[in-house]
Nanobody, 122 residues
Framework: QMQLVESGGGSVQAGGSLRLSCAAS????????MGWFRQAPGKAREFVGS????????YYANSVKGRFTISRDNAKNTVFLQMNSLKPEDTAVYYC???????????????WGQGTQVTVSS
C-alpha cells in the first residue's frame, strides 16, 4: 500500500505560480512512476505530467509543456509540480498518483491522493 497526500493548492491570478507537493508513505517510493492529473468541473480527469522512478524521466501534456515542471526528491518521498504562467483553464482539482508503468493513462496508476484545488482567476 502507498498513501499519497497533496498540498500546496490555492487561488492565484493568471500569470502567477503555485507549487504542489505530494508526500508518499508506505511502499517503496523510489521505483514508482509518479503522475499528476487534474479534473475540472464537468470534465474528465486529464493527464498533466509524470516522472519516472530512479532516472527521473519526465513527460508532459502539451497543454502544460513549458509552463509546468515535475520533480521528485526520493530521499524525502515527495514529488513536486511547479506551475508557472498559470491560466484560468488550469483551474481544477490536481491529483498525484503512483504506479509501476511510465504512462499517461490514469487507470494504470495504482494509488491516488485526495486532490488539491487550484483556482486561477483572470
Amino acid at each position: 500500500q502507498m498513501q499519497l497526500v497533496e498540498s500546496g493548492g490555492g487561488s492565484v491570478q493568471a500569470g502567477g505560480s503555485l507549487r504542489l507537493s505530494c508526500a508518499a508513505s508506505g511502499r517503496s517510493f523510489n521505483t514508482n512512476t509518479m503522475g499528476w492529473f487534474r479534473q475540472a468541473p464537468g470534465k474528465a480527469r486529464e493527464f498533466v505530467g509524470s516522472i519516472s522512478g530512479p532516472y527521473k524521466h519526465t513527460y508532459y501534456a502539451n497543454s502544460v509543456k513549458g509552463r509546468f515542471t515535475i520533480s521528485r526528491d526520493n530521499a524525502k518521498n515527495t514529488v513536486f509540480l511547479q506551475m508557472n504562467s498559470l491560466k484560468p483553464e488550469d483551474t481544477a482539482v490536481y491529483y498525484c498518483a503512483a504506479g509501476v508503468q511510465f504512462t499517461t493513462k490514469a487507470d494504470e496508476y495504482d494509488y491516488w491522493g485526495q486532490g488539491t484545488q487550484v483556482t486561477v482567476s483572470s
